[in-house]
Structure formats: structure tokens, C-alpha cells
């Protein structure tokens, strides 16, 4: 399905990302924008009668501030309302924000996954993210490992919780 990107969205914020407590450098920063389409649908198989909402990712950069923080810009609009179905117009929501940090971007490294979704991203939330360090910049032997952090830096067992690391996301208007 061919779904339009807004040409000018109007609906931006902020997201601003800062490291604490950093294992070592990190040079690669990657992230992804989420829509869904909640108020529509369509065919999936005609046979099964399945429908699916339409949903959209797309890349969305990646911007350094500063040391140990990095900004994404975000448009909760980024997606045209449009009657892509015939059946009246379909309005998108932003769902999800996802960034990956690794510390140079190699297949092998562990990439420290934030991922902020529909109720996180509100202006003015702040939302912390706890890793553990030992995994940094790899786990030998290991390929394409991702680590999503907790929130709550409890649920680490107690040799793990004195060795972590975290990331702040604070979601502000746009400057």
C-alpha cells in the first residue's frame, strides 16, 4: 500500500536523548518513526476475510547535541489524512519512536535500544531507560545483539544493577 508522508507537517517536537553514565563512546545513532491508521482497514486475504489496520514506519534522523545527548525531530502529523480506501478518510497517529545507539555501528556491537511509544511521547514526559554496561561495545561471539534496557533499574539482579548506565528521552515543543 502506497501511503503518503505529509510534504509539511506542522504538528513537530522534540525529543532530546541524553547518555548517563556512558561505558565508552558511542558513534552510531539510528531511529525510526511509527504511524498507524487506527479508524481504518483493509483486505488482507479476501480468502480469510482478514483486515489489517495500515501502518507506516520510516526512518527519521538522528541529530548530535552536545556531548553524550542527540535529538530526533518528530511530527505527530508526519502522515497525510487521506480516503486512501474509498471509505472515508483514514487518520494516522504517531504510535512509536525508536532510537538504537551502538558504539560504532560494526554488525557485532549491542545496540541500546529506547523505545518510546504513544503515551511516552506527551510534552513534557520524561522517560529513563537502564542498560547494562557489560554488554558494551559487545558481547564476545554474539551478532546483531540489541539490548532494550528497563525502566526500572530494580528489576537488574544486584551484580548487574551496580553496573549500569542509562538514557534520559525528555520530549519538549519545537525550538
Keep these: 500500500h502506497l501511503y503518503r508522508v505529509n510534504p509539511a507537517p506542522k504538528e513537530g517536537f522534540e525529543v532530546e536523548f541524553e547518555i548517563h553514565d556512558a561505558p565508552g563512546p558511542f558513534a552510531e545513532f539510528k531511529g525510526d518513526l511509527a504511524y498507524q491508521s ?59 519512536i525508536r532510537v538504537g545507539i551502538s558504539a560504532t555501528g560494526a554488525k557485532e556491537d549491542t545496540v541500546y535500544v529506547v523505545h518510546l511509544v504513544s503515551k511516552d511521547i506527551n510534552t513534557g514526559s520524561v522517560i529513563k531507560q537502564h542498560y547494562w554496561k557489560g554488554d558494551y561495545p559487545r558481547l564476545p561471539g554474539a551478532g546483531d545483539t540489541s539490548n532494550s534496557g528497563r525502566r526500572d533499574p530494580s528489576e537488574f539482579g544486584p551484580t548487574h544493577r551496580a553496573n549500569l548506565f542509562s538514557i534520559t528521552a525528555s520530549v519538549r515543543g519545537k525550538s
Design 38 to 96: 487506527f479508524n481504518c482497514n483493509y483486505v488482507t486475504s479476501e480468502w480469510a476475510g482478514a483486515r489489517a489496520s495500515p501502518s507506516k514506519a520510516m526512518p527519521v534522523k538522528v541529530s548530535p547535541a552536545g556531548k553524550n545527548r542527540f535529538v530526533v525531530t518528530a511530527y505527530r502529523d508526519g502522515m497525510l489524512d487521506e480516503d486512501y480506501y474509498g471509505k472515508g478518510v483514514c487518520h494516522w497517529d504517531l504510535t512509536s
